[in-house]
């Protein structure tokens, strides 16, 4: 089925010949065609590859069941006719067609993550892998995504709207990449960017987006810290200014983030209770440097709790049933990004940051 043929609100799947996946694999992108006006540009989430050592660990069975450790990095765009960020999204989720959802009528570009550089690399890694034989893992996000932009250019021409988000990884790659997606549509000036669950300090950023991913100049030299987000936003808010909105959320002790940030400090992919609290002042302090740059910095903190995390909190909201479903102070995820949108910004839960 071809794009133009599609009927409101229709998932479709389409391969992007020249984009390729970590080993190879073909690639893919979900495009549902629903207001051609409005735009959500969202980057999926799966891990990442960080340096050599971490490039031996993809997400696969042979990784879990050879070699008994847990997979990094998700290496395959889409094994699936249908993929299952949609399946549940159409349920809940910023995705849905849910009444709930005020974005339920928006066209939406979904772009897989396979990777492993948070849509930010344009190079090729060597490494030796846990059988010992060399092999290729192709950081090529950002290659993927300029071939994605030319398209959505040619199917979206005029959106009026545009929302870039992202979860997880994804939402690494919003703090990275939301400058070129804007670049491909100048002419858009209500431009929304929101980055859900993205953290983990680590001395070795600037080298890994410099010489392992091989990122483009503009991304790759906007590294100087261990928190490789805050200083996208800061290189992405000196470059457009206030002319997108600015929103971040995160959960005060991550789970997710905080056996990534573990992992990278010992190679254990624990969560301990010394790093919650450790993540939790990092976190307070990257919200007080993001408020710094505009008053169109707006954050959402959150201590979703499920019992098996403890003591970690939920991963990522904007994309399962926590968007619409639950609260902090009495606002829901869902209520505070559509506020956001009508120009009615604000923070919710910075009280979960305070010792």
């Given at each position: 089925?071809?794009?133009?043929?599609?009927h409101h609100k229709e998932w479709l799947k389409i391969y992007i010949p020249e984009a390729v996946c970590a080993f190879g694999g073909d690639y893919c992108i979900h495009v549902n065609?629903?207001?051609?006006?409005?735009?959500?540009?969202?980057?999926c989430g799966g891990g990442a590859s960080w340096c050599r050592e971490s490039a031996m660990w993809p997400s696969c069975p042979?990784?879990?069941?050879?070699?008994?450790?847990?997979g990094l990095y998700t290496i395959v765009a889409d094994p699936q006719p249908e993929i299952m960020s949609i399946q549940t999204g159409e349920k809940s989720g910023i995705h849905s067609t849910t009444g709930e959802n005020p974005f339920a009528d928006w066209s939406e570009i979904m772009v897989p993550y396979v990777t492993a550089d948070f849509h930010a690399g344009a190079g090729d890694l060597t490494f030796?892998?846990?059988?010992?034989?060399?092999?290729?893992?192709?950081?090529?996000?950002?290659?993927?995504l300029q071939k994605i932009l030319q398209r959505a250019r040619e199917w979206f021409p005029n959106p009026e709207q545009l929302l870039i988000c992202g979860e997880s990884a994804g939402a690494f790659g919003v703090a990275a990449v939301s400058g070129d997606i804007m670049d491909a549509f100048p002419d858009c000036s209500d431009v929304t960017i929101l980055c859900d669950s993205a953290m983990v300090p680590y001395d070795g950023w600037a080298t890994t987006a410099k010489e392992l991913w091989q990122s483009p100049h503009h991304i790759a030299d906007a590294v100087h810290s261990d928190n490789i987000t805050l200083d996208w936003f800061k290189a992405i808010h000196k470059r457009y200014g206030d002319r997108p909105r600015?929103?971040?959320?995160?959960?005060?002790r991550d789970h997710v983030l905080?056996?990534?940030?573990?992992?990278?400090v010992d190679g254990q992919f624990i969560v301990e209770e010394s790093f919650g609290e450790a993540f939790r002042e990092k976190l307070?302090?990257?919200?007080?440097?993001?408020?710094?740059l505009t008053p169109k910095f707006s954050l959402y903190i959150h201590d979703f709790m499920k019992e098996e995390l403890a003591p970690g909190v939920q991963h990522c909201i904007f994309g399962n049933e926590s968007y619409t479903g639950r609260c902090i102070d009495g606002v829901s995820p869902v209520a505070w990004l559509g506020d956001a949108m009508n120009d009615q910004q604000y923070d919710v839960g910075l009280h979960l940051l305070e010792g």
């Open positions: 089925m071809e794009f133009q043929n599609l065609k629903g207001d051609p006006k409005r735009l959500i540009f969202y980057l042979e990784t879990a069941e050879k070699y008994r450790h847990v030796t892998g846990a059988d010992g034989q060399e092999h290729t893992l192709h950081h090529q996000g950002y290659t993927n600015y929103l971040y959320t995160c959960g005060c905080l056996l990534f940030w573990h992992y990278a307070r302090c990257m919200c007080t440097e993001m408020k710094k």
